[in-house]
DNA sequence: AAAAATCTGTTGCTAATGCAACAAAAATAT
DNA sequence: ATATTTTTGTTGCATTAGCAACAGATTTTT
């Protein structure tokens, strides 16, 4: 919690210490950014919230990441990928810092004290988005949906320490997420109702079982 | 390439430069970590193959995770996650460094000069975990196998700069990669075949389309 | 306060996928 | 060189999950 307090402070200080990074407002709804071949951007949500959204060959559209307060993004950070159209859509209104990677660790000059704390914060940031990109991963690899519910009610209620929690996400975000139909996962959730493993008011889950 | 060979050398050199990373080796088979309650560890490895295995409380067994030289793995880039067991096992013999992450980012003295490379380094490695597991959600996040394998063999395609080129992964791990059924994985690999859209010949494949 | 847009909840149908089981081929170990 | 283990390839069957379509509730915009 310090800690993210912290983060936050010296991402916000950035633009103003180093001229390599800009800083970029959008409102809700612009595009922040598309990936494209050239693969050298990297970006800092600073505030607000944002889609990545992939536009397959066949026209679907699929929300494939789903960024908020310190997450990073951009095309250094993902493959090169011919087929699809990928870009970041803003869900509110945003903040953002712009980095050109290949400008990222040139150093202003010998033990710039910026780089030098730069990196450090940088890299407990991309540490925690890694954990962000496992957790996915973890809910991504079970092979049923309910297990995929089932899994991230348990992270959930691991993190707010409480079998009772509520879903930090709308239902049509959390399809999105664990990348399943919402119709189909609307009907495993009333299963898991009717079977007496989950309790469901609104956005308020509660677990029965254990 | 050459970035790869830097790293590699950096990272033979971190035992010996910092006493707070101890080098391990492990024979094929052996456990190398366990993901516990601790969640602390942060571990590199130098040489070899590994994956990381999940049992689900059914006591279904998935590798989630594939490593191999250069990987960064360990309980801390982990989400804390009661139910399943998480470990690592060593599928070639290995070579491991291991940290505890509390300790990584306090320096030996102010200046260090090898935490200030490590940091650097880190960041360099970290982001291209980063990519791997990008990467790998953008095949999960396909609703069917077909768009798995597809996809999988266009990134393939990309990376080895030709419609002909060869799998990387047996049959078996492909479709723990994918996280999907390997017969029906094989199905639908023959469905590609009998369609015209692909050719195969042990794991050689050559793509047919576009 | 009304209109528009988004989200929730439900259902029928169908195609896709997981599961179990087995045999042949290939790779590894003895 | 032979035995053992792992990988590949195939099939039938049952279940799951995707798709399409719709109505009511809720939220946001005007």
Redesign the pocket.
């Known amino acids: 919690m310090e800690n993210n307090l912290d983060i936050s402070v010296f991402l916000n200080s950035i633009d103003s210490r180093c001229h390599k990074a800009t800083k970029h407002s959008f409102n809700?709804g612009e595009t922040i950014t598309t990936y494209l071949e050239k693969r050298n951007q990297l970006c800092i949500l600073l505030k607000g919230e944002a889609d990545l959204i992939r536009y397959d060959f066949n026209g679907n559209k699929t929300i494939i990441g789903q960024f908020s307060d310190n997450s990073i993004f951009g095309e250094v950070l993902y493959p090169a990928n011919t087929n699809n159209e990928l870009f970041v859509l803003a869900k509110t209104n945003c903040e953002v810092i712009f980095f050109t990677y290949d400008n990222l660790w040139l150093k202003c000059r010998p033990n710039c004290s910026f780089h030098k704390e730069f990196s450090e914060q940088m890299n407990k940031l991309i540490m925690s988005q890694v954990v962000e990109l496992n957790t996915r991963i973890e809910l991504l690899t079970k092979?049923?949906?309910?297990d995929k519910l089932l899994s991230y009610f348990d992270i959930l209620s691991n993190k707010q320490l409480s079998k009772r929690f509520s879903l930090p996400l709308?239902?049509?975000?959390l399809a999105d997420y664990l990348?399943?139909?919402?119709?189909?996962?609307?009907?495993?959730?009333?299963h898991l109702i009717e079977e007496g493993f989950i309790d469901k008011k609104?956005?308020k889950i509660t677990l029965l079982y254990e």
Chains 1, 2 share one sequence.
């Not at 092979?143 to 309910?146: D, L, S, T, V």
């Not at 709308?170 to 975000?173: F, I, Q």
């Not at 990348?179 to 009333?190: G, I, Q, T």
């Open positions: 809700k092979k049923n949906i309910r709308s239902l049509t975000d990348s399943v139909d919402r119709s189909a996962m609307m009907r495993e959730l009333s609104g956005k």
